[in-house]
């Protein structure tokens, strides 16, 4: 499961509106478990404490995300772009009794960095975060990295792209610290009902086309894993947000 959540790091980049100038576009992304019993506890400890303690750190953007309907639903994202990674050379100073409610809180947490591939994606034209959005672990056989990169840009993209299959964006990150090597996409839909209609690749592609996809990539994927994250605004911001998303 965890590394199914860390494919919602890639939302944050074009969901808050942040690139950097030059290089890669870096995201941490932390996986939280919360204990059953301390959900509320723990939204509003994120809402009054620890994302005012992030903006004051000047971040300028974090996302936050749950899961959805499938899965562990006790398990949240918080997503931040990383500037530099000399930053973790500095301690932090959160209020010690404000992680010890984190702590308390929470039965399990994880890390990652991603960065973020514009060269395989087509971004969102709504700066509006999704409610709903279809998010896939994708597990590549070691060495074959740019290889399934390529498989992406001239096969997956352009069918992605067409207006067809009904989706708002398509976005891909790689994984490089934290977790399994990997690609993680994500699939913006308007809401749950767009999955009754059938698979993005079915509303494009006939099954001679879909065949032929799926030869190409085998041997390349040695898992795929699919999940459904929904937005939480509420313990979100960034720096185009009204000053109603930051309360």
């Known amino acids: 499961m965890k590394q199914i959540l860390s494919i919602l790091a890639v939302l944050a980049v074009s969901t808050m509106g942040w690139t950097q100038s030059e290089g890669p576009n870096w995201i ?10 301390y959900i509320s506890e723990f939204i509003e400890l994120q809402k009054n ?20 309907v499938y899965g562990n639903t006790y398990t949240f994202v918080f997503v931040t772009p990383i500037a530099s990674f000399a930053e973790y050379d500095e301690q932090g100073d959160l209020d010690p009794v404000v992680a010890a409610k984190f702590v ?27 409610n709903v959005i279809v998010v ?65 690749s079915s509303r494009t592609l006939d099954e001679a086309e879909r065949r032929a996809l799926a030869k190409k990539r085998a041997g390349l994927v040695t898992h795929v894993v699919r999940t459904l994250g929904q937005y939480m605004p509420e313990l979100s911001y960034s720096q185009t947000s009204s000053s109603n998303d930051e309360q």
């Open 28 to 37: 941490q992304v932390n996986v939280v478990k919360v204990k059953p019993e």
């Open 49 to 68: 404490d620890i994302t005012p303690y992030v903006k004051k750190n000047d971040v300028p953007w974090r996302a936050a995300w749950k899961t959805g």
């Open 104 to 130: 308390k809180y929470v039965s399990d947490r994880d890390s990652y960095a991603a960065i973020y591939r514009p060269d395989l994606s087509k971004e969102r034209d709504n700066a509006t975060p999704p």
């Open 136 to 200: 896939t672990d994708i597990g590549v056989a070691p060495g074959r990295e740019a290889e399934y990169a390529e498989y992406v840009k001239t096969d997956v993209l352009p069918y992605m792209s067409d207006p067809k299959t009904g989706i708002e964006g398509f976005e891909v990150s790689q994984n490089i610290f934290g977790g399994p090597v990997g690609f993680t996409t994500v699939m913006y839909v308007s809401n749950f009902a767009y999955i009754d209609g059938g698979s993005s």
